[in-house]
């Protein structure tokens, strides 16, 4: 099964910092990759995809950036956070077997920007 | 227009009893697929259940199945014999386009915050 790896678990960074997460994925080969925000209760939102090596859509204008060095290691940076960039970064991978597909998560970094 | 539309901000359901999670969607893509999450307090996102545009048959998943009204485009969860557990926050989501085409993503509801009693 597919297990997803993200890191830092918990972050605080000045305003203006730059930013690195990382996302890395075991179990699958070639999948779809997500980046998602989310602010405090609220939904998620789709911050970047990608759907191979070095292929990156933006779904918002903002001051991250996302790549995808290796087929399953997708990172998410900014060169200058911003306090609005305060949230839950969450990893997903999705996987298709027949006409099942799944969507899994991993645990998710909690960045608070002062 | 929002795409997904969650109505119920939170319920609440007695423990062993069964709960049904609205969740309504909005496109014109023929070919899609609905999911629902569970978001315990921890923060996890937990994939529960999945149902594509083209399934003949509702998904189930243990306690958990889909009701798929395609006419009425809406994906309500039912959760049967609620746990203490199930207490949660729980998103549905829908994916538009071809798995693993360039336009292939999924956006979520606001959510729905269950409460089970004991």
């Known amino acids: 099964s597919q297990t997803i790896h993200q890191w830092p678990a918990t972050l605080v960074q000045p305003v203006g910092s730059p930013l690195s997460l990382e996302c890395t994925v075991e179990?699958?080969?070639?999948?779809?990759l997500y980046w998602y925000r989310q602010a405090a209760g609220r939904g998620l939102q789709l911050l970047f995809y990608?759907?191979?090596?070095?292929?990156i859509s933006s779904e918002v204008p903002q001051n991250l950036s996302a790549s995808r060095p290796q087929d399953r290691q997708f990172i998410l940076s900014s060169k200058k956070l911003l306090l609005s960039d305060s949230g839950f970064y969450l990893c997903?991978?999705?996987?298709?077997?027949?006409?099942?597909?799944?969507?899994?998560f991993g645990p998710g970094t909690r960045l608070l920007v002062l | 227009a929002q795409k997904i539309t969650q109505t119920q901000p939170g319920m609440f359901v007695q423990e062993k009893e069964a709960v049904t999670l609205d969740c309504t969607y909005d496109?014109?893509?023929?070919?899609?697929?609905l999911f629902w999450y569970k978001q315990p307090s921890s923060g996890e996102m937990i994939f529960l259940i999945y149902?594509?545009?083209?399934?003949?048959q509702n998904a189930t998943e243990g306690r958990y199945s889909l009701n798929f009204q395609k006419a009425r485009k809406s994906a309500n969860l039912v959760i049967s014999a609620s746990q203490l557990g199930d207490s949660a926050m729980y998103f549905c989501?829908?994916?538009?386009?071809?798995?693993?085409?360039?336009?292939?993503?999924?956006?979520f509801g606001k959510g729905t915050l269950l409460t089970v009693n004991p």
């Open positions: 997903a991978s999705s996987r298709r077997a027949g006409q099942k597909e799944t969507q899994y």
């Open positions: 179990g699958t080969s070639n999948p779809n």
């Open positions: 990608s759907v191979g090596i070095g292929q």
């Open positions: 496109t014109s893509d023929p070919s899609y697929g």
């Open positions: 149902q594509g545009s083209y399934d003949q």
């Open positions: 989501a829908m994916r538009e386009g071809f798995y693993g085409g360039s336009n292939y993503k999924l956006t």
